[in-house]
Every structure is written in structure tokens, then in C-alpha cells.
């Protein structure tokens, strides 16, 4: 039997602080020996709740299970932990300091080793020793509310320039050598809107918004996979009924578009956040109902609709929108002639960088625009994720990436901290890839001038036939 104790102090109140803890599944945001983990039962943590968690020793991974044995609501958790070789019971308690303002929080684990393990003792529990500490260290990073504005780091700029190797940190090796994985400061009474949240990364984003206890509203086209994704959420979050709710629309008509603006805005006066995170990638070329080439009017268009007739509700709220963009488009400028194809000159890919590029020239120009407002524009790139829609727009890369790609949990990460962290606030109009400001140019001939993104804009409203907003 190893038995280890340790204790960590934290600024934020008990309540903050176990309701964080009980999804036992938060550990993978602080525990650095934690690959993956994941709440197996749905609705709020209770005693009997399981967790499957993937352990990483050196370069092996191991999976355990575990189950809340006992919960004493806002005090203490039990949790029982089994696996090939090993057995844990660890108690998490939370305790009250300085009057509530901050928590005390004692943790207690004893490992049962058998087999393998049991003769390489001696050798295991000294890591154990050292590894139990850091993970609680962690945890009382991960409860620290952060205000200031991150910048990017030398390394990562020396790296994004040199193009390949920046291009490695989009894999989930780049996810987990960020310093900070956490998501804990809740949203509770805050509106969440999301596109294509039916699946992949959009339905990962609306999980992690309701699990900090924002309402979302899950916008997309099918009416079977909204219900499910809905359900997903619900279930991930522990959130209510009503927490979640759903908007059918087609993101490739601007009319769908207007009119789901239209429903979404009379049942939430105010909008914390808009995430425009839907897209699409066609090998053929194609045109809407509005005369508009496919790629353009989901990844570009269709966010223009969106945010412009929510800028009303944005404005109330002193909202945030966080726009989905791609690392394709670095390979692109800003060409607005080319947004409307000749069928001889499509490609997809191309189709889809320039339609990203054009978004990410949009995000800074309203950035300008309305940045006076009190809204927070940014557009981010979500790392080389592991989707279905990336296995069927990109088979060969996804073939040969498979083993290293992030979930889709790890996309997601960016979109939620732009529009739940406080430090987030004064990113106003950068391109954000794994929390840090990046450039939106490193080839040359593909930085786009204010200039440019202005009569993008205007283009925008030509084609879409948008009236100009009061704001800005």
C-alpha cells in the first residue's frame, strides 16, 4: 500500500472549488499525468458517478475507472479508482479559509499495487511521491482566476515563423504544452450561441460553455442531430432541460440565417457569447439558393449574417464572438474576387483557405468597427483535430496525422476560454491559437491591409443586402 497526503491552498470559495472538483473529469485540466478524461455517467456528479481516465506513464498509457464511492455536497468527495495492476481510494476535502474567501484543499490517496506493479514498488512509489504534489499544485493553479492579457512567447513566435515547426505545436502535443488547460471560472446567467454544434468541435464547445453553466443555444441545419447533440450536452454538463435548447437553420441561406438571428434575439435580449464556429470543405463546386459558392457562404457569409443581426443583443451583454478559422489560410491573401469562383478555377482547398482568410480579415475590421462598443471580436485556429469532417475533406492527411491530431475536446479549448476568461478581454480583434495572440500573416504577400478588410466588408453587405448597423 502507498499512501500519500497533500494540501493546497486556493483563492476562490468552497462552492467554487467543489463544484470544479466533482467532475472528477476536470483532472486532465490539472493533473499533468492525466492524458484524457472522461464523465461515463450523465447528469451532476453523485455518488455512484463513473470517470474513465487515461493515465500517461513516461511514453505508456494506462486506462483506470473510477466511481464516486461517497459525496458530501460543497465538502468532500471519495472516489475509488481500478485498473490492470492497481487499485486507489482518494478523498478530496474542501475546507473554508479566511472567512470563505479561500479554500483549504486536503487530498488523501492509498494505492493497492498487484502484479508487475507490485514488484517494480519501490521504483513507482517514489514518482507517485513526487507526481501526487504537482498534480495538487495544479489544481490550485487551474482554480486561479487570471486577468492578465497573455502575449505570445518567443519560442512560439520564433516557431510559428519558421512555419514547420509551428505546424507541429497543431498537434496534441502542442495542446498539452500549454501551461494552462483550465476551465474554471462559470458562466452562470450567461447566453451562449454556437454554429454547428452538432458534432466534432462545436459540440465539445457547447459541452464545456454548459458545464460552466452558461445557457446554450445550438444552431444548425438537421433536426435529429441537434436533438442528440442537445442531449449530449445535457448529459456532460449535468445542465437542465432548459439550459439547452436548439435552432434549426440552413447555414448556407441568408435568409435561414436572418431568420434564426431573428429567433434567437427575441429569446435572448442579451448575448454573451456568439461562437461562429460552423464550416464546410467541397471537393465540388457548387452555388446556394443565393447565387453565393457553397464554402464561401458557410464559412464566410453566414457568419456575417449571424453576428451583424445579433450585434443588438452582443452590444447588451458587452458580448464576445469567436470566429473558426484554419491554418490553411496562411497560405492565402485576401482576394475578394476570388470569393466568387469560376467553376473552371475551383479547388476546394483553396475555396476554403481564402474563404478563412476572408473571415479572419472580418474578425479585425469589426474588431475596429465596433471594438467601442464593449464587444470582444476574435477568430482562432483550433489546432489539427480529429473530425469526421476532416477524415472525409482530408483522408490522405488524416490517414498519416491520425496518431498525433487533438480530439475535439482540445479544439475547443480556445473557443471557450475567449469567451469564458477574464483575460481573454483584452485580445480584442488577434487571431488566437492555444490562448495566444499569433499572426495572421507569415507568407509574404498575404497580410491584409484595413483598407482591404473594409471593402470586404462592404462586399459583404452587397451580397447579403444587410441595411448598415447604428452600432459603430
Not at 440552413?250 to 454573451?272: G, N, W, Y
Request: glycine letters at 10%.
Amino acid at each position: 500500500m502507498i499512501e500519500i497526503d497533500t494540501h493546497v491552498t486556493a483563492d476562490r470559495s468552497p462552492h467554487d472549488v467543489f463544484r470544479y472538483i466533482a467532475d472528477f473529469s476536470t483532472c486532465e485540466q490539472w493533473d499533468p499525468t492525466v492524458y484524457r478524461a472522461e464523465k461515463l455517467t450523465p447528469g451532476s456528479p453523485a455518488t455512484g458517478t463513473e470517470f474513465r481516465v487515461i493515465v500517461s506513464f513516461g511514453a505508456r498509457r494506462k486506462t483506470l475507472r473510477y466511481r464516486i464511492d461517497t459525496l458530501q455536497p460543497g465538502r468532500r468527495i471519495d472516489l475509488v479508482g481500478r485498473g490492470a495492476g492497481i487499485k486507489t481510494f482518494e478523498t478530496l476535502t474542501v475546507s473554508a479559509e479566511d472567512g470563505g474567501a479561500r479554500s483549504r484543499i486536503d487530498y488523501q490517496g492509498h494505492f493497492s499495487l498487484r502484479g508487475p506493479l507490485a514488484r517494480a514498488r519501490s521504483v513507482i512509489a517514489p514518482i507517485m511521491r513526487r507526481m501526487v504534489p504537482r498534480a495538487a499544485r495544479g489544481l490550485a493553479d487551474a482554480l486561479e482566476i487570471r486577468t492578465e492579457t497573455p502575449r505570445q512567447g518567443w519560442l512560439s513566435y520564433a516557431a510559428d515563423r519558421s512555419i514547420l515547426p509551428g505546424e507541429a505545436l497543431y498537434t496534441d502535443r502542442g495542446y498539452f504544452a500549454m501551461r494552462d488547460r483550465s476551465h474554471s471560472e462559470f458562466m452562470d446567467g450567461k447566453r451562449v450561441v454556437i454554429t454547428g454544434a452538432t458534432g466534432g468541435i462545436g459540440r465539445a464547445i457547447a459541452a464545456e460553455y454548459a458545464r460552466l453553466g452558461a445557457h446554450v443555444t445550438l444552431v444548425g441545419r438537421d433536426t435529429d442531430r441537434l436533438a442528440a447533440a442537445a442531449s449530449h450536452v445535457r448529459g456532460f454538463a449535468g445542465a437542465a432541460p432548459d439550459a439547452v435548447d436548439v435552432v434549426e437553420a440552413d447555414l448556407s441561406s441568408i435568409a435561414a440565417m436572418r431568420r434564426a438571428a431573428a429567433t434567437i434575439a427575441q429569446d435572448a435580449p442579451k448575448i454573451d457569447v456568439l461562437v461562429n464556429n460552423a464550416g464546410a470543405l467541397f471537393d465540388e463546386y457548387g452555388v446556394t439558393e443565393d447565387g453565393i459558392e457553397r464554402t464561401v457562404a458557410i464559412n464566410l457569409v453566414a457568419p456575417f449574417v449571424l453576428t451583424e443581426s445579433l450585434l443588438e443583443p452582443l452590444h447588451a451583454a458587452g458580448g464576445r464572438v469567436v470566429n473558426m478559422a484554419s491554418g490553411g489560410m496562411y497560405a492565402v491573401g485576401l482576394d475578394i474576387d476570388a470569393l466568387a469562383p469560376l467553376p473552371s478555377n475551383y479547388g476546394g482547398l483553396k475555396a476554403y483557405a481564402r474563404a478563412k482568410r476572408a473571415l479572419v480579415a472580418l474578425t479585425a475590421h469589426w474588431a475596429r468597427r465596433y471594438g467601442d462598443e464593449g464587444i470582444v471580436f476574435n477568430a482562432m485556429h483550433p489546432g489539427w483535430v480529429d473530425t469526421p469532417g476532416v477524415e472525409k475533406s482530408l483522408p490522405r492527411f488524416h490517414l498519416l496525422m491520425r496518431p498525433v491530431l487533438r480530439d475535439a475536446r482540445m479544439g475547443a479549448d480556445t473557443a471557450v476560454w475567449l469567451g469564458a476568461a477574464r483575460a481573454a478581454g483584452g485580445l480584442n480583434g488577434a487571431f488566437v491559437f492555444d490562448r495566444k495572440p499569433r499572426p495572421t500573416a507569415l507568407v509574404p504577400g498575404t497580410r491584409v491591409k484595413p483598407s482591404q478588410a473594409q471593402s470586404l466588408y462592404g462586399w459583404l453587405r452587397n451580397t447579403t443586402g444587410l441595411t448598415l448597423h447604428g452600432l459603430g
